[in-house]
């Protein structure tokens, strides 16, 4: 009694049973043409085969095509636990519960939407093929913190705007890295460790390239400060700024070219793999081309919304739990709303894959630097906003010694739990510099905390 | 009915078109000549020198004098360049616009500088390869060294500092990064291999220039803010200092690079198939004491167009509307170095890096720990206070670049994006200064009346 639905259910599920983890030998040929990244595949590893056997049961046709799309897009991933955070934010902004709880909810929803669009963006690739597959990962990669600082940027909260990003780039250089490469050390303890270091040099000349331009508006502004010269005003501040935001995209376009066209085999993973771990890796698509844009223009909505709140909320979320903006932006932000990367990347850490786990935190933390920031420096152009590329010292300082770390650690090819110990430990550092940072809307001349105004 | 004069310019133009040949850049027999680097690079922009034409001219000193002549001025494809030189030399007598002149004269450097650099390896065929070598690790730069004396004379001090930290830059990221990003592009699938030892040995002497500016521009910092209490006689006593350091690192780095460690910094291809049109001269095409006549005199010349170009500089500034910190960072060391970018581009074209790396890590590195504490030494003997402070941005930019190009450099292959990177943060740093205002640029606001109304902005802030 198949029909056609039951049949692509049951081959679907037959086809993910036999395709059997993420042996990709065979499926290179034809598999990377869909454009897998290491972030699509990072993303993969939080998968759950999604178990038709309930819908099969369900006699109308129509009812059960609808049935097995909702089950792959909302019980795909082991985040889904989180999703109730979702109504339950939209609940608590509509019956006017506290802002903190309602900053605290709409940023525990993002969890699951941030993976679930990653998830829609890599069903789209199989559809348009691998250049533009990898185009639209590489601008959709960090949605979230790409639209929570455009939220920000019309709010003017240009300060929150800064310290996400650079938050953004700290959590993934240090915590996910540091975190991937401590416990997949930890866990190959008696393994070797390789990498193919010429990924992470591009990486990292990208990024000195993005700390040199902060560098050089840091040093401008305190030239500016001194006096010494009338002529440097905040205006040609404003115009290094964007002068600079302009050659940071450029060096992301030349990124782009580089990453998709001519050197492709750079990024592509290498391993064979034996071992059929649980995570779902399809040769097909599992949702249709429509269906996919569709989600994924709800679930961006969706998104849009829950930042409105998020950046809305966050001082009185900084009031009612008594830390800084600051930590809130720098720190926790970014943690929350990088959870599905940072599983994945400690996943496959702990099946010394570190060419994955090392595509996906540096690839992310240099989307974030040469394209997220600049651009939002051109938005704001746009909108009239006066938003520079001046970060100030102690953000500055941190993404400079961030770096160098990074750069230092991963130079030779080879990794060990050590190496992931120290730039976890040099994060740690650094959000305690921030939790005892009281930035200086929050206090007044005296130094004393200023209370909810 | 040969001569002498013309057996020797025959044999000279046999020797050009046989040496040009299979023997180019092979150097394994030729390491005597002293040919570093530096001097292979600028032979890529030498011409044969067609001597039929002169050959014809009957009386023999004479023909020896043009072909000589020939060499000299018609041996460079920059040679469109050379009247530059007494177009300088006019508008300074007939007080054509001052703008003017400080243009011809930095025109007119470009030419003189590749034709000192010729010289050099010319009278090294003669004196052997250590001497050889160390007149072109002196004279290598001479047109930065010569401009920096002058600008020091007329007590230009920002002038000098301005001028040599982007010597460096340009060296650093303009000149490496560019060829690094057309040589990538050319040879898009081939493997660009280079020995990193060598760029090893040149950051590190880079950094240790770096650590003197940053321990000179904290000390002043710390000296500002009160934790330190003393006044500005030790700044100028601690760049002294620094300077003796960096001379004596120069020293070692010299020793290293002719005596002990030939091998890493020698050309290391033996497979010239293509014959480029390189002119590459086992032997030398003008006698020794021509060579050094020539020497000397294209050195005051250089020296005379050094003047005017000091001389000029912030009327240049006014008239063209940008600050005297962008022209001395950006436009003068892209000028003056024009003929070694060429030739350092050329190179990574035929994916020869380490001639690029060895032009300009080498130029970058003497000019860091050679001109710059020369400089120092010479203003203390001429009783001026020059320290090695580089304001804010220019220590910033040196830094970066250096970490950049350490970064860059350090696993020994090369792509387009390797390249394109220091490109781009070179760009950057352009950007910045561009924007950045001089305080003798305030001098003019003055008059203009413009200082009173944006000082009154800024102290708003």
Same mark, same amino acid.
């Given at each position: ?11 679907? !599920? ?10 990709? !030998? ?7 043409? #869909?454009?897998?990244?290491? #972030? ?13 056997? @309930? ?6 046709? +129509?009812?059960?095509?609808? &049935?097995? %799309? ?15 955070? $979702? ?15 309602? +900053? ?29 597959? *990898? ?20 709010? *003017? ?7 996400? /990003? ?21 866990? %190959?303890?008696?393994? !070797? ?22 560098? &050089? ?11 010494? #010269? ?35 085999? @750079? ?43 998020? =950046? ?12 800084? $903006? ?9 943690? $929350?709303?990088?959870?599905?990367? #940072? ?10 894959? &570190? ?30 906003? !006066? ?6 010292? /102690? ?9 160098? =770390?990074?750069? +230092? ?37 005296? *130094? ?6």
């Amino acid at each position: 009694m198949a029909s056609t639905g039951y049949e692509v259910a049951r081959r679907l !599920e037959g086809g993910e049973l036999k395709g059997g983890g993420m042996s990709k !030998e065979a499926q290179h040929g034809h598999g990377h043409t #869909h454009g897998r990244t290491a #972030h699509n595949m990072s993303s993969s590893s939080l998968r759950k085969k999604s178990d038709l056997a @309930l819908v099969s049961k369900v006699r109308c046709r +129509f009812l059960r095509a609808l &049935l097995a %799309n909702l089950q792959e897009i909302f019980l795909g991933t082991k985040l889904f636990v989180l999703f109730p955070a $979702v109504p339950l934010a939209v609940a608590a902004s509509y019956f006017n519960f506290g802002r903190a709880w309602l +900053f605290a909810l709409s940023l525990l929803g993002l969890a699951p939407l941030a993976e679930r669009v990653s998830f829609l963006t890599e069903q789209i690739a199989y559809y348009t093929g691998p250049t533009v597959g *990898g185009l639209l990962n590489a601008t959709c990669g960090n949605a979230t913190e790409l639209i929570i600082a455009l939220f920000a940027l019309r709010e *003017g909260k240009i300060e929150v705007v800064k310290c996400s /990003l650079v938050g953004s780039v700290l959590s993934n250089l240090l915590l996910v890295l540091g975190t991937s490469l401590f416990f997949g050390g930890l866990a %190959n303890l008696h393994k !070797e460790q390789f990498y193919d270091r010429k990924q992470a040099d591009v990486n990292t000349g990208l990024l000195l390239l993005g700390a040199l331009c902060h560098i &050089l508006l840091l040093m401008f502004g305190y030239v500016m400060n001194s006096g010494e #010269h009338p002529a440097v005003d905040a205006v040609r501040r404003l115009a290094l700024s964007r002068a600079c935001s302009v050659v940071m995209l450029l060096a992301y376009v030349a990124y782009l070219f580089f990453q998709l066209k001519t050197h492709r085999r @750079l990024f592509e993973s290498k391993e064979g793999d034996e071992d059929n771990d649980g995570g779902v890796s399809e040769d097909e698509p599992v949702i249709g081309f429509p269906s996919a844009v569709a989600w994924l223009a709800g679930m961006t909505a969706v998104i849009a919304a829950l930042s409105e709140y998020v =950046v809305g909320t966050i001082e009185a979320a900084s009031d009612s739990w008594g830390i800084s $903006v600051s930590f809130i932006s720098i720190i926790l932000l970014p943690i $929350v709303g990088n959870a599905a990367e #940072h599983a994945g990347a400690i996943i496959f850490a702990f099946k010394n894959k &570190l060419d994955i786990t090392l595509g996906v935190s540096l690839g992310s933390a240099t989307q974030i630097s040469m394209f997220v920031v600049p651009l939002s420096v051109m938005v704001a152009w746009i909108m009239g906003i !006066e938003m520079d590329l001046d970060l100030k010292l /102690l953000e500055t300082g941190s993404l400079i010694m961030a770096i160098l =770390v990074i750069a +230092f650690t991963l130079q030779d090819g080879t990794a060990h739990y050590l190496k992931g110990l120290v730039p976890l430990l040099c994060y740690i550092a650094i959000a305690a510099c921030f939790y005892v940072y009281r930035s200086p809307d929050q206090t007044d001349k005296g *130094g004393a905390l200023i209370t909810a105004a």
